[in-house]
């Protein structure tokens, strides 16, 4: 099952609208105020998950209308974001892909809070992506190969997450390494490029933030 997950952050309409209708999803999960996106666009989500101190009354009542959407209503006052509920939630509905978008924007806490979020598709063997019209972000602890064709953008940073990751090789870049051990509090990593029409990275340990960024 692939989910999207439509947070609170800073998007377009366009954006959004587009990502949903043309990304695939099996089901569309709106995050407290996400969901002023959907009604925007004229989307019904199928899920919307949050305390609810963010949407306008508008939205709420137009959404409450909707007998089949599922509302997860939360206790404003808890220890985990809206957002890392809804990831959590997602898998255990059986989500084996999570998309996130509007995760980004002017609160940088909340932008790192969801990068940190990420490393739970590691623990729970789920793959999970934070997207914005600039940038997708993933978290790796094993290979992964990339396609020319199919990158969002021309650079690819790379930067440990881990205190360090091992065993660092990369293959079809522009910049190329060899079981090199990359450590937090550098920027070596950062505006690679694709030059083969693919391009491996490889670990043997560590967290690594895989930052695919478009100008």
Known sequence: MRYLIVSGGMATDAFVSET???????????????????????VTPDIIVGDLDSASSETLDYFRQKEQIDMCI???????????FAIRE????GAKEISIIAGTGTRLDHVLGNVALLGIGLEENVQICLMDEHNRIRMIDKPVTLQKAEQYGNYISLLPWSEEVTGVTLTGFKYLL??????KCSSLGISNEILDEEAEVCLRSGYLLVIEARD
């Open 90 to 93: 997602a898998i255990r509905r």
């Open 74 to 84: 939360l206790n404003p006052e808890k220890d985990d974001t809206d957002t890392e």
């Open 178 to 183: 060899s079981d090199y051990t990359m450590k």
């Open 20 to 42: 949903v209708k043309n990304g695939g999803y099996d089901v569309v999960m709106a995050v407290d105020s996400g969901m002023e996106f959907l009604h925007r666009i004229g």
